[in-house]
């Protein structure tokens, strides 16, 4: 019960031929997809009930964001990101990995670097390249039971490489990361150090499972670095509408909005109308289903660590602290590429190779708890027999 309103979550529709790209790709095979971050449980019905009264409306054209919902999204930072914007900073957008590519084109010139940390969310590994940079790549370390910055080698590869962005991912997608305050001071220290504006994508910052985690948007950390930055979210990974395509920047400087705005005109400028009317329901009475998902989400990763824990030659090195993302090691298969032999062992994970760390797969874990219990059930039976 959460609000007077119960929602289950361990009923969900079909999504077989339903236009999913997560469940598509195994189409008439017997493998359950736990691969692209988007979760199988229907959105919270204040969505779907904003979106039919939209539908009745029967026009369609071209979308604006309205005052009522610059509103919702200042009010949302207010509340939730303890952050107080201006209207004007905000930027809205069908997506956020174009954002990506907005502010690379904007702060790098061609040819230029970019600087991430690895593991990370493939995007920011393809979105330099696929711009004509370069991805100056630094591995994230584990110290101290949590995976955190090698910051001795970001001021390596920054005065190597003569970059001018950073990418940050917080809550990070893959390792499921919720960064410090000190991490984020050491990353903004870092960053004007070398000249960095810092992207920071903050995709799933509603999704923090860690009862003693708490997300910091890096732009809240002062002044300075709020205008030497670009913050990137969406309600699309919480209440699961990505594919109403609808995000936003939010840029405090006017001269870096302008370079962001110019780099991605006649682009990336259109945003869906049923994403906006998405996005309002959700930042004003999403917040019941939010809490009653992240409560399930619990559930559901104490169930993966406990099947995880069984598994042969498969483990995970921390906890996630949010998102529900689930980042396993299997090196000790021993095998050169694990997602496949598990896809053979029928589920789909995705491959870590894919996000820079070869060896390593990501589970998706929003789904379901029989279905993710079949999941882990098909993952143990398949190190098992590959241990062998
Ligand atoms: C960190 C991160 N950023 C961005 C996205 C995708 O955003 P969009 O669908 O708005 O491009 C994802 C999706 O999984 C993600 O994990």
Redesign the pocket.
């Known amino acids: 019960m959460a609000n007077g309103m119960d929602f289950n979550f361990d009923v969900c529709p079909e999504r077989s031929g339903t236009d999913s790209t997560k469940w598509a790709r195994y189409a008439g095979r017997d493998v359950l997809p736990a691969w692209v ?1 988007d979760m199988d449980f229907a959105s919270t019905p204040v969505i779907v009930d904003a979106l039919k009264q939209r539908l009745e409306h029967h026009v369609f054209g071209y979308a604006t964001a309205h005052q009522s919902t610059h509103e919702a999204v200042i009010a949302y930072l207010a509340r939730e990101r303890q952050w107080q914007v201006e209207p004007e900073w905000i930027v809205f957008t069908p ?3 174009p954002c990506l590519h907005g502010v690379i084109r904007a702060e790098t010139p061609a040819g230029g670097a970019v600087i991430t940390t690895t593991p990370v ?1 493939p995007p920011f590994l393809s979105a330099p390249v696929l711009s004509g940079r370069t991805a100056e790549c630094v591995p994230m370390v584990f110290d101290a039971g949590r995976w955190t910055f090698d910051f001795d080698a970001l001021d390596a590869a920054a005065k190597r490489s003569q970059a001018k962005v950073f990418l940050l ?1 917080n809550p990070h ?1 893959p390792l499921g990361r919720v960064f410090t305050r000190e991490e984020l001071e050491k990353i903004a220290e870092f960053s004007a150090r070398h000249g960095l504006v810092v992207c920071s ?1 903050e ?2 910052c509603d999704l923090v499972l860690d009862p003693d985690a708490h997300h910091i948007s890096y732009a809240t950390l002062g002044k300075e670095v709020a205008h030497n930055s670009v913050s990137l979210f ?1 309600a ?2 919480t209440y699961n509408t ?1 594919g109403l395509l609808c ?1 936003y920047a939010v840029i405090p400087d006017k001269a870096l909005r302008a370079r962001f705005r110019r780099a991605l005109a006649g682009v990336a400028n259109e945003v869906n109308i049923f994403g906006l009317v998405a996005l309002e329901a959700a930042y004003r009475h999403g917040a019941p289903w939010q809490r009653a998902c992240v409560e399930y989400l619990r559930g559901n990763l104490d169930l993966v660590l406990t099947e995880i824990a069984r598994t042969p030659g498969v483990t995970i090195a921390q906890c996630p602290q949010a998102t529900y993302l689930a980042w396993l090691d299997a090196r000790a298969l021993g095998v050169e590429n694990p997602a496949a032999v598990f896809e053979a062992g029928g589920v789909g994970l995705n491959n870590g190779a894919d996000f820079g760390t070869p060896g390593f797969v990501r589970l998706n874990f929003g789904c379901p708890r029989e279905r993710l219990r079949e999941i882990l059930r098909r993952i143990r039976a398949t190190a098992e027999a590959t241990k062998r």
């Open positions: 971050a997506a956020l990995v969310y991912c997608n994508d995709i799933h969406a699309s990974k990505a995000g």
